[in-house]
């Protein structure tokens, strides 16, 4: 388990004091090609720190709000995809764009593999200090917006969702899978799955720099978070035994400053999309909508 830094807070104070010092400087855009007669979608791009220029996909419902707020935040992969219809019909939904990401790559332009280890050796230049900030950056726009309703704002995804939520407890609600950054050391000694090989190719190139990369992760590792964390919190687990399974998870879980609630993937696409669906809807005010219907016989 990761030990948390004694500069912990400070380090994250800092990197709000640095984010705080750039306006949000909001650029907005309707996009017609993504807009229908239930939503307007609008490009959005914001400044984070360095400065660097961070872009969003924003969707807001058509009719008189406040509307509930969701932001997506952005999963490790190169690109991250407008809204889903359901998502657009019900709420002002956010998904962002960190640096490096498609359409927020100019100048930086991600590596995968390669952007877990970027910089990794010290705290002050991994990559994820930064991407860290562009998250505060874009939960800050969805919280400034007047057709939001602060009372249900939630964030969902992984390891990025939950700092998001503890270091902006505006959020009413936050739903996190797939975690990365939890134990990572760890699930790098039991996995050879990318991304989280990533870690054992760098440890075997630089095999003298492993203290520096665990002090590192300790600063991105949830648990160390987890106490910052009041809005509701739902984790989905994945199998007994396996990374991220009920008991990798139940450290995280017992460390969580808020209510929580598990649920374990049935591996079934729609009972599990049905079931995080009516969980989400529950928290935000609004009618789930389900991908299975009941038959009537």
């Not at 975690?179 to 790098?188: G, H, K, N, P, Q």
């Not at 989905?236 to 609630?261: R, S």
Request: with cysteine; net charge negative.
């Amino acid at each position: 388990m990761a030990e948390r830094p004694m500069d912990f807070e400070a380090y994250w104070d800092g990197v709000d004091a640095e984010l705080a010092r750039y306006p949000l400087a909001v650029e907005m855009e309707r996009n017609a090609l993504r807009s229908t007669e239930f939503a307007t979608v609008y490009n959005i791009r914001l400044t984070s720190i360095g400065p660097y220029r961070i872009f969003g996909y924003y969707s807001v419902p058509v009719g008189d709000g406040p509307f509930p707020g969701l932001m997506n935040a952005p999963r490790y992969g190169s690109v991250n995809h407008v809204p889903h219809y359901d998502d657009r019909e019900r709420y002002a939904t956010l998904t962002l764009m960190h640096r490096g990401q498609r359409l927020a790559d100019q100048p930086f332009a991600a590596s995968y593999p390669g952007l877990l280890t970027l910089g990794i050796d010290s705290p002050a230049t991994t990559i994820y200090r930064s991407i860290v900030a562009d998250c505060l950056r874009g939960a800050e726009f969805l919280l400034s917006r007047p057709e939001v309703d602060g009372a249900h704002v939630s964030v969902v995804g992984d390891d990025l969702a939950l700092i998001t939520a503890a270091r902006r407890p505006q959020f009413t609600a936050v739903q996190a899978g797939g975690l990365l950054f939890y134990r990572l050391l760890d699930a790098a000694a039991r996995s050879s799955a990318y991304p989280v090989e990533e870690i054992n190719d760098y440890l075997r190139t630089y095999p003298d720099q492993r203290e520096d990369v665990a002090r590192t992760l300790a600063y991105l590792d949830p648990i160390n978070h987890a106490a910052r964390v009041k809005a509701t919190a739902l984790l989905i687990t994945g199998d007994e035994g396996a990374i991220n399974g009920p008991e990798w998870l139940e450290p995280l879980a017992g460390a969580l400053g808020g209510p929580v609630e598990q649920y374990r993937l049935t591996h079934e696409g729609a009972t599990d999309h049905d079931w995080q669906d009516a969980w989400m809807a529950r928290q935000l005010g609004k009618e789930a909508k389900p991908r299975l219907w009941e038959v009537i016989a």
